[in-house]
């Protein structure tokens, strides 16, 4: 085979290029958080969890709601078949601290 009868590899290698450097800027793109949201913005994570059962456990989950920052503790049973709720609480919202206001009892005595 000459040079000129070869098939030219060239176009097909430029394309795994494109694809390889594609799915790297994904990965990077996700590590950065600008896809998918960040990981403080979990909606759900499991504060605690007790095994009843070869196949069941109890788990302990705080749900927070992303646009309001409402937080709410859910208790659920967990079994292959089915998941069920066992209690729910809302939680209150965290206090904010400002740094250099007394409190409000000490507002007074100070004057």
Known sequence: ???????????????????????????????RNVIGGSPDAQAIKVISSLAVGPQQRVLV???????SRARHLLTVGVTPGQITTLHSMALAAPVQVSVGV??????????
């Open 102 to 111: 007394p409190p409000p009892d000490q507002a007074g005595a100070a004057s």
């Open 61 to 67: 989950l705080e749900l927070i709601e992303p646009g």
């Open 1 to 31: 085979m000459t040079p000129d009868t070869m098939p030219s590899f060239a176009p097909a290698l430029m394309l795994l290029a494109l694809l390889l450097a594609a799915a790297w800027g994904v990965k990077w793109l996700r590590q």
